[in-house]
């Protein structure tokens, strides 16, 4: 298999966690993978750039065409080489890593919840910070790949962020869902500048 490690960096990539990525660049030639990375972009536009190598709308499959799978890795997760390889390994078009996100008032599933888990299991969306997705499911896609649904909640209507509007749309044009990988906890650094 061929990867694509893609990593949006919106501004930096802390201190703490460069040595993960300078590790995965060694790690490359024997995953037989290559890192790609873009800056300073909002979100569903850093996505749209990576997953296409800058191709845009001109050129949708620059990237998709020479690689099997899509592997996101956020600048603020934490990650080591067997969690890699799990997520590399496990057999599925679209799985996913998690991490613990305070969202207070939503429904989402616990890390305890999670944690009890003994099985892989299916949600109707995730975060990219940890993720694979084959690009057999982009090539039946239509570009852009990533953007915001707008849903509406009771009485208010909602921006979706690109990554669960992306799940979505997968779900609703493939019937593909995100398979969770309870066993491939991944911590979310988030550091305060001052």
Request: with cysteine; charged share 20%.
């Amino acid at each position: 298999m061929k990867y694509a490690f893609l990593i949006p960096i919106y501004n930096t990539i802390s201190g703490r966690l460069l040595p993960q990525f300078l590790n995965l660049q060694e790690w490359c030639p024997q995953l037989d993978g290559q890192i790609y990375t873009v800056v300073g972009r909002t979100h569903a536009d850093a996505r749209n750039w990576l997953c296409t190598d800058g191709g845009g709308f001109t050129n949708p499959h620059k990237l998709i065409d020479k690689v099997d799978y899509l592997v996101w890795i956020d600048a603020d997760q934490e990650f080591n080489y067997q969690q890699l390889s799990t997520l590399l390994e496990y057999d599925s078009q679209f799985c996913a890593g998690w991490y613990v996100k305070d969202l207070s008032g939503m429904n989402f599933w616990s890390s305890t919840k999670i944690k009890n888990q003994r099985e892989s299991f299916e949600v109707d969306y995730c975060g990219f910070g940890f993720t694979k997705v084959s690009t057999d499911i982009l090539k039946q896609m239509e570009y852009p790949y990533f953007r915001q649904r707008v849903v509406k909640i009771g009485r208010y209507k909602e921006n979706v962020s690109e990554d669960a509007t992306f799940c979505l749309d997968v779900s609703d044009q493939l019937n593909i869902k995100p398979t969770i990988l309870p066993q491939l906890r991944i911590n979310h650094l988030k550091e305060l500048f001052i």
